[in-house]
């Protein structure tokens, strides 16, 4: 199943990046998506048409990358002090 950033939800859509392609966007209802939000990593099979036909919210993955984000905001951070 293909992997995807939640990449944000605005007016009741969200975009979704192909984390091997981060080129590649999806649309889809947010409603298709419960207790989804920005920055979470999801598995996901969605047609051509943006319907979610089936979704898992990895836990673990969204965990590590945010932490590899905040990481890496931190060393930016420092390093412009």
Do not use: C, W
């Amino acid at each position: 199943m293909p992997i995807y950033t939640v990449d944000g939800v605005e007016d009741g859509i969200a975009r979704l990046l192909l984390r091997e392609d981060e080129s590649i966007i999806k649309h889809v209802q947010s409603k298709q998506l419960p207790r989804v939000n920005e920055g979470d990593i999801i598995e996901a099979v969605i047609s051509d048409e943006g319907e979610v036909a089936r979704f898992t919210k990895l836990e673990e993955q969204t965990k590590n990358a945010k932490a590899q984000a905040k990481e890496l905001l931190e060393k930016i951070r420092k390093k412009n002090k």
